[in-house]
């Protein structure tokens, strides 16, 4: 972890409720796809736990949803604006263990992290493949990016505005076609996707958070190995020890 | 040169920071960030004698200047805290700790505190009557006279360190139970812990936590937590160490004015994980506009 102030390069919005924010700084903390950053906001109490979308050195790339104060606070922050930033947060997926070709499942705010790692999992020479799933084909983002980084790409929509209609279990390749899974999304989701693969995987939660370090115990979890800190010990857990 | 040096219950402190309770783990995350020495000494998590998840997530509530938590006392037990916790924290931190115990009958605040009197590491303990987040402990014994008397009797009796009795802020008279405590025999009074409050979803129609209620604190419980520290010190005559919403070395010097010896640090460790440290440092400085040569001659002086 490491405590960094960092400027804003943009701040745009990419699809509905949902912004892209370019940040410019000390990213040496930031070590893997599925860590998150606390973004300190003027006039909040608390800080803004946001998972990475993209990083390279210096450079920090966060997609958000509009669901609150804070985050509309955020949206509203001009280029040239100065954050304190906790970095590095969280311990991330693990691409070591993808196997050939792996899987990723992500739902609305949950498709972000996924974006960083597919481009990881290619840089690793892996054949990827993507799930992602939103609520109406508005809410739509990184569709074409993914691509461009040669991820074999289905979308999914609740309303069928776009893509296959329902759910990204709806969308999801047959077993034996991939070798490991990464889901990031909510919380049902992310169990009927457990449910239905035979594969591996990992998955990553979030929770409201106090600290975002492991200090507060404010987002703990059970799992079969006891309690774990989202914030910390996670937010990625494995398949084999998560209890839905 | 200016002098930060304090003492609480007979032990010296380099200076009277301390983070409080459930703020500061056992230590080990904040020593990974810097050298935790420089703090006075520290208050570690509330400890019980079985191993507790805690309450239903979610569990933390944002406020205007501050923070609403009902974690409800997640803790690995004592006997872990004392197998794997103390010898870890030992390898970072060469002071007397202050141990923060809890539990849900007098019996068990009893068990704790005899088995932390055995562990050389532990400096202070800190019994917690004010947990307001747990349900048939905690707070319950701290919000009536007898009760917090009977609590500080049974770890009188299980402990020869000093005992700090956390009080709650949840109650009408805050000098009626710092009395009470002080005659059952506690060494010094630590007040205030959170006071107790909610927030409501408007879009779900739901409280935000799953507790339903939570313990607020941060900036905003400063002038609250002040004049409890002002009330006390004019009650009972064993030190007093002031908690609640402070984020700053102006805040310690204004707690001590107040009674405090000592003064405990919580939300803010949340927010900056470096509050602390930056807190030690900046009291030099602030010691130094204020006029202060020695920071121990500061305690209770508003009251002249």
Redesign the interface.
């Known amino acids: 972890?490491q405590?960094t102030v960092l400027e804003t390069i943009s701040n745009r919005r990419i699809a509905r409720n949902t912004y892209e924010l370019v940040l410019a700084g000390d990213t040496a903390a930031v070590a893997r796809p599925g860590q998150f950053v606390n973004l300190?906001l003027e006039g909040?109490?608390?800080?803004r736990p946001l998972s990475v979308c993209d990083c390279d050195p210096g450079l920090l790339t966060l997609v958000y949803k509009t669901v609150g104060r804070?985050t509309a606070a955020l949206a509203a922050l001009p280029a040239g604006a100065r954050i304190d930033t906790?970095t590095g947060l969280g311990n991330g997926f693990s691409t070591e263990r993808s196997g050939e070709a792996p899987l990723l499942v992500g739902g609305g705010a949950g498709v972000a992290p996924l974006y960083w790692l597919a481009r990881r999992l290619r840089e690793e020479g892996r054949d990827v493949q993507a799930v992602l799933g939103f609520n109406t084909a508005e809410e739509i983002f990184y569709e074409d990016r993914f691509r461009s980084l040669g991820v074999e790409t289905a979308v999914a929509t609740a309303d069928g505005s776009r893509g296959v209609r329902g759910f990204v279990t709806d969308a999801l390749p047959p077993d034996g076609a991939y070798s490991y899974v990464y889901s990031c999304g909510p919380g049902p989701m992310m169990r009927a996707v457990c449910g239905r693969i035979a594969a591996d995987g990992e998955f990553s939660f979030e929770?409201?958070?106090?600290?975002g370090?492991?200090?507060?115990?404010?987002?703990?979890?059970?799992t079969k190995r006891g309690?774990r800190r989202i914030c910390?010990d996670g937010p990625v857990f494995k398949k084999e020890e998560i209890l839905w | 040169m200016v002098n930060t040096a304090v003492s609480l219950c007979g032990i010296a402190l380099d200076n009277p920071v301390i983070p409080a309770s459930?703020?500061?783990?056992y230590g080990a995350?904040?020593a990974?960030?810097y050298d935790i020495n420089c703090l006075g000494t520290f208050s570690f998590?509330g400890t019980t004698a079985a191993p507790r998840?805690?309450n239903p997530?979610?569990?933390?509530?944002?406020?205007?200047?501050?923070?609403l938590?009902a974690?409800g006392l997640?803790n690995p037990g004592v006997d872990a805290v004392i197998a794997e916790e103390l010898p870890r924290l030992e390898k970072v931190f060469r002071k007397p700790v202050m141990a923060n115990v809890s539990g849900f009958s007098v019996a068990e605040y009893a068990e704790v505190c005899g088995k932390l009197d055995a562990c050389p590491q532990v400096g202070w303990i800190e019994v917690n009557v004010s947990c307001p987040n747990v349900h048939g402990g905690g707070m319950s014994f701290g919000t009536d006279p007898a009760a917090a008397a009977a609590v500080t009797r049974a770890a009188r009796a299980a402990t020869r360190k000093p005992l700090v009795l956390k009080l709650s802020p949840n109650v009408t008279d805050i000098t009626a139970i710092a009395r009470a405590c002080e005659d059952a025999g506690a060494d010094a009074l630590c007040l205030i812990n959170t006071l107790l409050g909610m927030r409501i979803d408007c879009k779900t129609r739901r409280p935000?936590l799953a507790n339903t209620t939570g313990g607020l604190s941060?900036s905003a419980i400063f002038p609250l937590a002040l004049r409890m520290v002002w009330q006390a010190y004019e009650a009972v005559s064993i030190p007093i160490v002031g908690a609640g919403g402070v984020s700053c070395a102006e805040d310690v010097i204004e707690m001590m004015l107040a009674g405090a010896t000592a003064v405990e640090v919580g939300?803010a460790?949340?927010?900056?994980?470096?509050a602390c440290r930056d807190i030690v440092a900046a009291l030099p400085g602030a010691m130094a506009q204020y006029g202060v040569a020695s920071l121990s001659e500061l305690t209770g002086g508003a009251h002249r």
Request: hydrophobic share 35%; aromatic share 10%.
């Open positions: 972890m405590q300190k909040f109490s608390l800080r804070g906790l929770e409201r958070m106090g600290c370090f492991g200090a507060c115990m404010g987002c703990s979890c059970e309690a910390r | 459930g703020t500061f783990g995350e904040f990974e960030l998590k998840f805690g997530t979610p569990r933390i509530a944002e406020c205007p200047g501050g923070m938590n974690v997640q935000v941060g939300a460790n949340l927010v900056d994980p470096y």
